[in-house]
């Protein structure tokens, strides 16, 4: 188990940088998952940790030692690739034994220790047969024994639930949440789907064209995003999002859209005529009775999913995601009215994207 | 109507499969016919001589001919020089192909190119450059010149065709051996070579055969008849005013066998598929 710690990484592919100066720490035991939209520098950052890929300037250290100049193979780290990466031509046991293997260890030692990460998966009943007769999900579970035999300082996962279906996907993610519970190896795992991220993390780092937009536990991202990218990124559906200016009449205050609609904010940081983006989560807003002071709105699409319903509601010249707890009786056509609860409300700048403080 | 668009189906490929195995086959039978036919009986014109005979095979074998004196040597000759062209390409090829395509070495692409470039100079227009080499290494009328000449010609394909080979294996599972701790070497030994098995099975039985079959610059670089091989001893055959054909033709066919043989052997291992189950596809 080991902390780790980024300082003023970069990355450069020759004159194309990518990552540009990344600096945090993940703490000994942590479950930290990177994430963000393809093309964010992720993946690379992940590969610089892991010594695939050379570091262009800052350092990089593992348990306070600094492995820029380190073999991937002397930094005892374990990775999962996204496409499993497993020996073709050897049997599950060979190929979760072969770190092991490399490393000379005894026979039995091997054993022991394969068998013990075969206990641990449920992979008993394949230790002999070969990569291509497993399905998927085995082969994923394969690619994590041959990381735990090891018993290694840090765990990296690089997208390993891309490539299964939805279903299995799911069982996966509680299997390897499951298993760092179990081990609580410090873990650092890449995705891009903010729902893994938010599922499983201790902490989350989102990232964006090679950057960190923000470092924070599931729920403070959700509360709290930093910025418009953060807030629209995290959470499914997205956050709805207008533009308008602030307003401030007699102590209170409202967001005003060309289209006319006033929207409620709580007392805000805003100075009065400053162009801001409004934004609201779905499930924040709120349908209200007929005659109730709100936001008005027409109904467009009804998607019922059963515990849920989504609505895709017109407000004024936007089409905003309302989602409903329990069914709703209404049709498209039907007119609404929302009540928002200002402090709910995330306030943004319109040139910059950063959070406005209130 | 199905069925008898089959038999017109069949019946086409027919008219077309049959003149081929006979134009194939036919040199092959006469080949074989001589073989078992008297010196009297091989010119006679008969589908299937009258007194079938293995004489000219104990001739051969128990090197009764001026031609023969020295069969069972220039055989071994041939094999030892076939055998060593074989393992000497595939190390070369497979070593560059690795470093080229899975090292990623700096140059590697200079080098295929150069490799690619040979192939525009005719093996027969190097005969002449190779034998002086040849000369100046001092090494004329021993088998490494031909070893050596004969790898020459059979590296750059050898290595292109492998290099292309390995630029199909999973980036991935060279990045995972190197953090399961496998050093280049071991790469190399242990997860490369086992997952391009087919192609070097492929590759080591043309530079065998290739080697087998070379005529010109074993006519050139090797001339005592004790070092020469079997083919340039078929060849003598020819510079007597009444050759044996009998006899030529029954070492010609011993001289054919070991390649079908190899054929045979390696089929199987020159099916693809061993990478399946690495990555998702």
């Known amino acids: ?358 | 109507m199905a069925t008898r668009r089959r038999i017109v189906t069949e019946a086409k490929l027919l008219l077309i499969g049959i003149p081929v195995t006979i134009w194939t086959l036919l040199p092959i039978y006469h080949l074989f016919l001589f073989s078992i036919s008297s010196k009297d009986e091989a010119f006679a014109g008969k589908l299937w001589p009258d007194h079938p005979t293995l004489r000219n095979f104990s001739i051969v074998f128990h090197e009764q001919h001026y031609f023969l004196n020295h069969f069972w040597r220039q055989f071994g000759n041939s094999l030892v020089i076939a055998c060593a062209v074989g393992v000497l390409t595939l190390a070369i090829a497979a070593f560059a192909a690795f470093a080229i395509s899975r090292l990623r070495t700096r140059g590697g692409r200079f080098i295929l190119n150069c490799a690619l470039f040979t192939y525009f100079i005719p093996a027969a227009f190097l005969a002449v450059p190779m034998y002086k080499a040849m000369g100046g290494y001092g090494l004329l009328n021993t088998q490494w010149a031909l070893i050596l000449a004969m790898v020459t010609i059979a590296a750059p394909y050898a290595i292109w065709v492998l290099k292309q080979a390995s630029d199909k294996l999973p980036y991935e599972l060279d990045e995972a051996a190197r953090i399961d701790g496998a050093s280049p070497l071991q790469l190399f030994r242990l997860v490369y070579l086992p997952l391009m098995a087919p192609s070097l099975v492929a590759v080591g039985t043309y530079a065998l055969l290739l080697a087998w079959n070379e005529y010109l610059y074993a006519f050139l670089l090797l001339s005592r008849d004790e070092d020469i091989t079997l083919p340039v001893a078929l060849g003598h055959f020819l510079s007597a005013d009444d050759s044996p054909w009998e006899l030529l033709m029954t070492t010609g066919l011993i001289y054919a066998l070991p390649p079908a043989a190899i054929y045979y052997a390696f089929k199987r291992y020159m099916v693809a598929g061993l990478t399946s189950g690495a990555v998702k596809s």
């Open chain 1, 1 to 358: 188990m080991a902390s780790v710690s980024f300082n003023g990484v970069e990355k450069a592919f020759g004159a194309t940088k990518v990552i540009h100066g990344i600096s945090f720490d993940i703490r000994d035991g942590e479950f930290m998952v990177l994430v963000g939209p393809s093309g964010c520098g992720k993946s690379t950052l992940l590969r610089m940790l892991a010594g695939l890929e050379e570091i262009t300037s800052g350092t990089i250290a593992i348990d306070g030692r600094i492995v820029n100049d380190v073999d991937s193979k002397d930094r005892d780290i374990a990775m999962v690739f996204q496409s499993y990466a497993l020996y073709p031509h050897m049997s599950v046991r060979d190929n979760m034994g072969f770190s092991l293997r490399l490393r000379r260890a005894d026979k039995r030692e091997i054993e022991t220790r394969v068998a013990r990460a075969a206990q641990i998966l449920n992979l008993e009943p394949y230790l002999d047969r070969y990569p291509r007769e497993l399905s998927g999900g085995q082969r994923q579970r394969v690619a994590m024994g041959r990381a735990i035999v090891r018993d290694p300082k840090v765990f990296l996962f690089d997208e390993p639930l891309s490539n299964l279906d939805a279903k299995l996907r799911v069982q996966m993610r509680s299997e390897i949440k499951a298993l760092h519970q179990r081990l609580r190896t410090t873990t650092v795992y890449v995705t891009h789907d903010q729902i893994e991220a938010m599922t499983m993390a201790d902490r989350i780092v989102v990232m964006h064209d090679g950057v960190i937009e923000q470092i924070g536990t599931p729920l403070e991202l959700y509360d709290h995003p930093d910025n418009l990218f953060v807030a629209q990124f995290i959470g499914s559906p997205a956050m709805n999002v207008v533009q308008g200016t602030l307003r401030r009449t007699n102590g209170t205050a409202h967001v005003l859209t060309p289209d006319g609609i006033q929207w409620p904010v709580a007392s805000s940081g805003a100075a009065d005529g400053q162009p801001v983006t409004y934004g609201v989560r779905p499930d924040h807003l709120e349908l209200a009775g007929s005659g109730e002071r709100g936001v008005p709105g027409e109904i467009v699409v009804v998607e019922p999913t059963g515990s849920e319903t989504e609505l895709v509601v017109k407000v004024g010249a936007a089409q905003l995601v309302v989602e409903a707890h329990g069914r709703a009786t209404l049709r498209p056509g039907d007119k609404v009215t929302f009540a928002v609860n200002p402090a709910n409300v995330h306030l943004f700048d319109q040139k910059s994207g950063q959070r406005l403080t209130a």
